[in-house]
Antibody, heavy 121, light 107 residues
Framework: EVQLLESGGGLVQPGGSLRLSCAAS????????MSWVRQAPGKGLEWVSA????????YYADSVKGRFTISRDKSKNTLYLQMNSLRAEDTAVYYC??????????????WGQGTMVTVSS | EIVMTQSPATLSVSPGEGATLSCRAS??????LAWYQQKPGQAPRLLIY???TRATGVPARFSGSGSGTEFTLTISSLQSEDFAVYYC?????????FGGGTKVEIK
């Protein structure tokens, strides 16, 4: 079964850091681009960051550029999101998502269950 | 940044009726447009990609159309499980962007 399982969320103070992980299983992880998408409480979806199959290309929303870093570990089949200088507006459920087609950036066909990040003092 | 605008924000429909949801892009996204369904407490589910191709396992009552800047998701006969929030998303340009969503509720 194709599955994504996020972890690492929690409560953090403004200015703090957190690292999210997304463990992938059931598919050839190294062959697919991956993304992080977040959803603030009661709000819509916001794409956060994407990474290519090799990890050599990364993309970020302006709202997180310079503060968040996406990475992947092929040996562990795991996607990461390092989040620094966290702000209250970063409070959201964070989903990892798998791209539909091998090697391409496109629609997201598989989503994790999400992990909640709360930034508050 | 490409802005995706969905309308209406809320659509009240009786079970068995059809529904038409719209999504407009601020500039052309070609056919690089996806639709997702999200129910409360759940992750989004891919319904349509490439503007008109149904994802695996998606019932035929869901159909997508359009290209360029104007897109439509049509649900031909709403079932109880179809009442949810629907989002469009463009993947033609960085940053990737989602519409604000259309909530389909029971009339």
């Amino acid at each position: 079964e194709v599955q994504l399982l996020e972890s690492g969320g929690g409560l953090v103070q403004p200015g703090g850091s957190l690292r999210l992980s997304c463990a992938a299983s059931g598919f050839t992880f190294r062959s697919y681009a991956m993304s992080w998408v977040r959803q603030a409480p009661g709000k819509g979806l916001e794409w956060v960051s994407a990474i290519s199959t090799s990890g050599g290309s990364t993309y970020y929303a302006d709202s997180v550029k310079g503060r968040f870093t996406i990475s992947r570990d092929k040996s562990k089949n795991t996607l990461y999101l390092q989040m620094n200088s966290l702000r209250a507006e970063d409070t959201a459920v964070y989903y990892c998502a798998k791209d539909l087609l091998v090697g391409a950036f496109d629609a997201f066909d598989i989503w994790g269950q999400g992990t909640m990040v709360t930034v508050s003092s | 940044e490409i802005v995706m605008t969905q309308s209406p924000a809320t659509l009240s429909v009786s079970p068995g009726e059809g529904a038409t949801l719209s999504c407009r892009a601020s500039q052309s996204v070609s056919s690089n447009l996806a639709w997702y369904q999200q129910k409360p407490g759940q992750a989004p589910r891919l319904l349509i990609y490439g503007a008109s191709t149904r994802a695996t396992g998606v019932p035929a009552r869901f159909s997508g159309s359009g290209s360029g800047t104007e897109f439509t998701l049509t649900i031909s006969s709403l079932q109880s499980e179809d009442f949810a929030v629907y989002y469009c998303q463009q993947y033609n340009n960085w940053p990737l962007t989602f519409g604000g969503g259309t909530k389909v509720e029971i009339k």
